[in-house]
T-cell receptor, first 112, second 115 residues
């Protein structure tokens, strides 16, 4: 079945450490996105990529980095520069906004 | 500046009654609107959408209404069921013509359907 997979589902990070969240899709979608969800904040866009080897900052990109070396993969690195990284992270892909996004099941990151 | 607004953070409805979730937008370039449903610790799933050339779209118990002049859309769920309890996100996109695929999301409304 085609879909979008995020791993791990739960992730714990010590302060000062970088951590990478995985996002893989086999839907042949060109565009991929990373969102962050905090209580009462809705979905806020971190980074997005419309094609391989190209990506753009979203509304809250500070402290995050991404790469898009393959169409299927769009990993997100939460760096030590991100001051409040504890959140629920969602990855999505799309063939075009008219068709909406397909979301992964999310990764809950907790800083300990 | 929030371009998509869901002003009600939460809504409680009795089972069997109608649920009405509201969404307002400010960007007149938006021409396609979607509703997503999200359960805790899961990704959002697509529910229903509407193009700006229409004022109503229906899918089973779910109907979305669009009032372009008021820049307002609403999602009606009839009859409401306990399994409908979730957070509902309104989203909008604009045809920029430049291949932009971004959706702008509201903050969500938590619906609780009481048995």
């Amino acid at each position: 079945d085609g879909g979008i997979t995020q791993s791990p589902k739960y992730l714990f990070r010590k302060e000062g450490q970088n951590v990478t969240l995985s996002c893989e899709q086999n839907l042949n979608h060109d565009a991929m996105y990373w969102y962050r969800q905090d209580p009462g904040q809705g979905l806020r866009l971190i980074y997005y990529s419309q094609i391989v080897n190209d990506f753009q900052k979203g509304d809250i990109a500070e402290g995050y980095s991404v790469s898009r070396e393959k169409k299927e993969s769009f990993p997100l690195t939460v760096t030590s520069a991100q001051k409040n990284p504890t959140a629920f992270y969602l990855c999505a892909s799309s063939i075009g906004s008219r068709y909406g996004y397909t979301f992964g099941s999310g990764t809950r990151l907790t800083v300990v | 500046d929030q371009q998509v607004k869901q002003n009600s953070p939460s809504l409680s409805v009795q089972e069997g009654r109608i649920s009405i979730l509201n969404c307002d937008y400010t960007n007149s370039m938006f021409d396609y609107f979607l509703w997503y449903k999200k359960y805790p610790a899961e990704g959002p799933t697509f529910l229903i959408s509407i193009s700006s050339i229409k004022d109503k779209n229906e899918d089973g118990r779910f109907t979305v209404f669009l009032n372009k002049s008021a820049k307002h859309l609403s999602l009606h769920i009839v009859p409401s069921q306990p399994g409908d309890s979730a957070v509902y996100f309104c989203a909008a996109s604009a045809n920029s013509g430049a291949g932009s695929y971004q959706l702008t999301f509201g903050k969500g409304t938590k619906l609780s359907v009481i048995p």
